[in-house]
């Protein structure tokens, strides 16, 4: 039988480093292997298109018609701004409030690559990045007379996971098989643990912390917490990669398919939610909470953006108060595979089930098969609207068309309870327990703060803020135990509050230095620090652009040392910030002397005794010879205090006394400029009454 000349699609092992042999050596087929290789899959019907030869389901009347409501939808619910509420998808849709004509049911799968070393069932190390098929054992391309080796190391991160998920941790697991035929699949079948896996019955909580709208932070958008159930956790063996290659015109030649097998074999757990999450923001809050979760107790190391954790959702829907067609009275289920954002599953289940809801609603009956998802406003042509729509993939295959079996090469997985209160006892403090710590009294931070600071970069800053408040509080303790000057600022209640000050300076007063001097791009931008040479710009310690565990923007000993000067009263709040600045604008941390630049910048505050700073702060308000906008708002200050003496209405007398607060302020900052800013603006407020007392009546 001659071979086709032009074959569907071609599938090549992507060649192997040279320098990695004691791995599999694959190699690039042969023209003639090659075809057959092609031949064998035109056979099996492999083909590159999502399209299946399985009948399509049938398309409603009003086959738009929920793709223009949908659109009205989201214009409807867009703020002034123009942009979309986070909440937005919970709030008005028709299955949303008690009132809804439709029940919404989605359960979540999530796919997480493990923190290991070495993968699954091989001695293989596992990779990201590397180069293809370098990291390739006999047994990950499946060759005859391999068998699996598991490898017991990677038992350790999964356990964190199903304690940071609250599950029952069986003390038996066994391994199957799961067999079907993809190219990303040497073996032809998948090792996972389908009938006894590794963990059960489960629960993860959303609390209404975890619900903050950015547009109002201060109302929640759960007001009691609601929980998930994890119907189970189980290892698994990850697939290969392919990498597609389109084809520059379709009508000569299909795309080609590069397998890389570095991937094969590294372990997974896959978490099963399930079926109980009623709204499409739901959705999004569980995969960003489990997410930290995973992040926080070192289960994975690589976020959704490299593909370390894939979600895939399972959407229903059915009319409120009856039985649905699916099993456990549900409505018929619909995957979408592979999500990689909190935002793409929102809009997914959003859409589907407005699908579905489309299709009940015009006599149809909804198909259970696989979906995927795309992004863009799919209806107009273009992407404008931030819409998308899902796919149909392929029909849903049945639980037995996988031929599960036990996997004979595996022996069962016995777990001890010494090593399960080994892993108990030192797991991390997971975000719930953070979060709680950082609003207590100890920090005091606000709830905003809080997510905030462990939001950002994985929760690395978190650590870095801890690590600031001890100095800061070591130092003004050590300030506070020192004999003799009686006039000292550090107090006790000043050491209490250290927590909310320093998560200010970290949350709120670093970033934006930050980013005011990366936005500097030449020298001319800063000010010359005294006998130091020009400072280096741009300056390379972004925001976000390095690990604040590692290598933070500034160091916490170089930051604890600013607060501490500030609130132990050597350096006012403005000397503080220009210190900051300067500090960013050194090319090396180990550099920078936080005592010899307040020197070089001259900012330590004027020890004035109270008598002295009297004396000078009269000269600026009182003297004869003081400047013209501070003879103005003199006059104003005697003639709003004289109106206000005369007055007896108690409204327009507290109205005058409100002008005579601002006028005061006015003074405070007047006197601190006029001093070079080197004395303390709360010690000038405390005794600028008593000067501008004496305005028009000596």
Known sequence: ????????????????????????????????????????????????????????????????????????????????????????????????????????????EFHAQLNTTRKLFSDAKTSINESPNTHVALFDAALPGTQPIFQGPTLLPALRAAMALNCDIQKESRFDRKHYFYWDQPGGYQITQFYHPLARQGHLTILPSDTFDPLNPTTPLLTEPFTIGIHQIQLEQDTAKTITTPSLDPSLSSATHLIDLNRVSHPLIEIITTPCIPTPHLCALTLRKIQALLKSTGTTIIGMEWGGLRCDVNVSVKPRGKRGEGTLGLGQRVEIKNLSSGRAVEKAVEYEALRQVAVISSGGKVLGETRGWEEGDTENGGSGGGMGRTVRLRAKEGETDYRYMPDPDIPPVRLSQSLLDHVRRNMPMLPDKVLEMLVGEKFGLTTKDANTLMAWDNGERVGYYLDVVKRVTRALEAELEKEGDGESVVTKELIDDVGRMVGNWVVHTLPAALASATAATSPAHATLIPGMPPPHMPVPNTVHQQSWATNPPLLPVHLAGIIAHLLSGKITLAGSKTLLSHSLQIPSQEDIDIPALINQLNLTVLPLPTAELLAAMAEIILSENAAADVVKMREQWVDVRNKMEAEEQAKKKGALEKKLGGLRNWFVGKVVRELGGRVDAKRVEGVVGRVLERAGRD
């Open 1 to 108: 039988m001659p071979l086709p000349r032009r074959p569907p699609s071609s599938l090549h092992w992507l060649r192997p480093s040279p320098s990695h042999g004691r791995h599999l050596p694959l190699r690039l087929p042969s023209s003639s292997s090659a075809l057959r290789l092609q031949s064998q899959l035109q056979f099996r019907k492999l083909s590159t298109d999502t399209a299946t030869s399985q009948p399509q389901p049938p398309q409603p009347a009003t086959s738009n018609a929920f793709q223009k409501d949908h659109k009205a939808q989201l214009k409807a619910r867009t703020s002034k701004s123009g942009k979309q509420p986070a909440h937005a998808s919970s709030s008005a849709l028709q299955w949303g409030g008690p009132d809804g004509e439709w029940d919404l049911i989605v359960g979540l």
